[in-house]
């Protein structure tokens, strides 16, 4: 689910009831419920969607059960609630929340022929980028924080051991990810597995609780069952996932390909458009893109060719940072100056300070960018 998305649905409805009639604020009132209720699933399923986005933590902290009974029945009732929300009479009312609640529903339904849950492997998406992520950011100021924390992350052996049985399903099914792509995430485990307890992202919320028993119990838990479960993982990986996983990155290599990409389409613009015309739009981009790089190595290195202006540009040292250091300091000043240009433009501005910090060491190089923290997974 996208944390955002889910948790804001349902926000607009209730600064737009105000001006709407008796019978439009009915079929609003109506909407909202149904975009609650659709929060309620998610969060029922996923409780560690709530931290992201400061919503108070589940008493039953837990990560989500991927096996494929549980995925069959959050599918049941995702069903149910489409149907409720395709039995509103909408047509005398515009309502954004509305029409982002159905394209959700249905976008999700969409995607169910993708079968991702048996190919669910990233080097920018995965568990092990998520879940350090989610550490960082969980409340651990109070006791029962603490005690949720704890419960949290015992969970994560079990939810590691699905994953494998899901990706072992996969390889017999017909899904895998590309090659290069296990070991780029192979990579950032083997970062994972050599830390120490004490220097594990797991152990993130220790460092901020100031609770000796606490982080005690909580590198206990790392040493003794993260680790271990980590590293069962990364052997999966190695000797049994790699050799198997597809040499081509198309998703159409996959059983269903074509249909899933179109799903993909649906799900990230939002339309229904071809995929034949996506990739004509794309091929007219970068045609124009290459004509502007072509008069800019005119001009700059007196040369129309590409490769040669690519290196070029790439050995320029003005184009370059001399170090991590001054590359940190650029970006926050570009959001500084972002912050301060958009106060004219906005009536309100988030009140969630924008942060700019380095990747955790075990993530460089591995392929992972610069991202938001928010979280999407079956």
Not at 103 to 111: A, I
Not at 222 to 243: C, S, V
């Amino acid at each position: 689910m996208s944390t955002a998305l889910v948790i804001v649905v349902a926000l607009p409805t209730a600064l737009a009831i105000g001006t709407q009639t008796s019978a439009q604020a009915q079929v609003a009132q109506q909407i909202r419920r149904l975009a609650d209720e659709y929060v309620d699933l998610r969060l029922q399923y996923d409780p560690t969607l709530a931290a992201p986005v400061g919503l108070p933590s589940s008493s039953q902290m837990r990560l989500p059960d991927r096996t494929e009974r549980a995925l069959q029945n959050l599918r049941n009732h995702e069903d149910a609630l489409l149907r409720k929300v395709e039995s509103v009479d909408a047509s005398g009312t515009k309502d954004p929340v509305y029409a982002v609640l159905r394209d959700e529903l249905e976008s999700r339904r969409e995607l169910r022929v993708c079968r991702s849950e048996l190919w669910d492997l990233s080097q920018t998406e995965g568990w092990q980028i998520e879940l350090p992520a989610l550490a960082a950011i969980q409340p651990v100021a109070t006791a029962e924080d603490r005690k949720r924390a704890l419960n949290l992350w015992s969970t994560l052996p079990q939810y590691l051991r699905t994953d494998i049985e899901n990706l072992r399903s996969g390889l017999a099914s017909g899904y895998s990810v590309p090659k290069s792509i296990v070991g780029r995430v192979l990579k950032q485990l083997n970062g994972l597995m050599s830390a120490s307890p004490e220097n594990s992202p797991f152990y993130s919320p220790a460092k901020r609780a100031h609770d000796a028993a606490f982080a005690q119990a909580l590198r206990r838990e790392i040493a003794d069952q993260i680790t271990p479960a980590i590293k069962r993982y990364a052997e999966f990986l190695r000797t049994e996932y790699l050799p198997k996983a597809r040499e081509s990155i198309g998703l159409s290599s996959l059983p269903n390909g074509q249909a899933c990409y179109q799903a993909y389409l649906r799900r990230y613009t939002t339309t229904d458009e071809a995929p034949e015309l996506i990739f004509s739009d794309g091929k007219k981009l970068v045609s124009e893109s290459t004509r502007e790089i072509q008069s800019i190595g005119s001009r700059r290195y007196r040369t129309s060719n590409i490769a040669e202006i690519v290196q070029r540009s790439h050995d320029d040292p003005n184009n370059r940072f001399s170090s991590p250091a001054q590359l940190l300091q650029f970006s926050r000043e570009m959001v500084e100056r972002s912050e301060r240009q958009s106060r004219d433009l906005f009536l309100q501005l988030p009140s969630q300070p924008v942060m700019v910090e380095p990747l955790p060491a075990y993530q460089q190089g591995s392929g992972e960018i610069g991202r938001a923290s928010c979280r999407e997974r079956v």
